[in-house]
């Protein structure tokens, strides 16, 4: 039976994660300019809805992948893989590729232990071991769970700018550099293991998936020389 002083540190804690509808992404983010002035902006709660909303789908597309993973751990882990960053603001990748500020995961996951602070212990290190999981190295995860999370974010993310940015091939080097930072590394370190696992099942569907997504990009006028 739960306990008065546990449901209230549950209470506080969502009380807390509230303040995620108002902390927005793609700060700066030149193509992105008109959709942030016109009100098109995208909270860190609404990304992370939109990741769960985008795996929902995929998961029904890819039937093979959908039996191998666990989704309850994906759909957890894209809940609670930016909530740091509700006292620690979004880093957009524009800034990281074009050199004006790091991504420092140790202050979002300091951000992320604030943020937890009221909750039972074993509850609080859930949500740490699940950013951790997310944060690695992305040379050093290797379960699948993980690699999930990070692809589906990552195409989230893509697809938002995809919808409401503008001035693409004036940014394009830019774009290609954030691919090269993330969607892509992600995608083959995922193809990686599902090889030497033998799912060669999974693998062609990741592989449809992710070139299908190289493609979309492609036709804002963004070469990417990169093949999945």
Excluded at 143 to 160: C, I, P, R, T, Y
Excluded at 168 to 186: C, G, M, T, W
């Amino acid at each position: 039976m739960p306990r008065k002083e546990a449901l209230d540190s549950v209470y506080a804690f969502m009380a807390n994660s509230y303040g995620g509808n108002w902390k927005f992404r793609f700060a700066d983010t030149p193509y992105m300019k008109n959709a942030r002035e016109s009100g098109w902006r995208e909270s860190i709660n609404e990304h992370a809805w939109a990741c769960m909303e985008f795996w929902f789908q995929l998961r029904r597309l890819c039937p093979a992948l959908n039996r191998l993973v666990d989704s309850l751990t994906v759909y957890e882990m894209l809940l609670n893989h930016d909530l740091g960053e509700i006292r620690y603001a979004d880093t957009p990748l524009y800034r990281v590729v074009t050199g004006l500020q790091a991504d420092d995961k140790r202050s979002e996951r300091r951000g992320l232990e604030e943020l937890s602070a009221s909750l039972p212990l074993h509850a609080q290190q859930d949500l740490l071991s699940s950013f951790d999981a997310f944060e690695s190295e992305l040379a050093d995860i290797d379960v699948l769970e993980a690699l999930v999370s990070k692809w589906v974010d990552n195409m989230q993310g893509n697809h938002f700018a995809m919808v409401f940015g503008e001035d693409f091939s004036q940014n394009a080097d830019s774009i290609k550099k954030i691919l090269n930072l993330r969607f892509i590394p992600i995608t083959k370190r995922l193809m990686k293991i599902l090889q030497a696992r033998g799912e060669a099942e999974v693998l062609a569907e990741v592989k449809t998936v992710a070139a299908h997504h190289l493609d979309r990009v492609r036709t804002l006028g963004i070469t990417i020389d990169s093949t999945i």
